[in-house]
């Protein structure tokens, strides 16, 4: 098990400032859905290193994102 970032939808819709977007290290992983004003996450590329949530929670008081447990895929 380890942790990946979770958007709430709903919250991020509310600002549409696809900041976090900028700061993710990891290419391709934490994107923003113009059509639905949101940011996404890739759970299979995510590393779990909560960059995003710090922008989002820390810097601009936001609180759109979270790191939830995920269980590693079976092969």
């Known amino acids: ?6 958007v ?3 919250k991020c819709s509310q600002h ?7 700061y993710c290290p990891e290419a391709n992983t934490l994107m923003f859905d113009k059509a639905k004003n949101t940011s996404w996450v890739d759970v ?4 779990g290193c909560a960059l995003c949530v710090y922008v989002c929670s820390d810097l601009l008081n936001r609180g759109c994102i979270s790191m939830v ?3 590693a ?3």
């Open 8 to 10: 709430d939808a709903e």
């Open 1 to 6: 098990m380890y942790y990946i970032a979770m």
């Open 44 to 47: 299979d590329r995510c590393k």
């Open 16 to 22: 549409k400032c696809n900041i976090c977007t900028l």
């Open 73 to 75: 895929k079976e092969a």
């Open 69 to 71: 447990m995920a269980q």
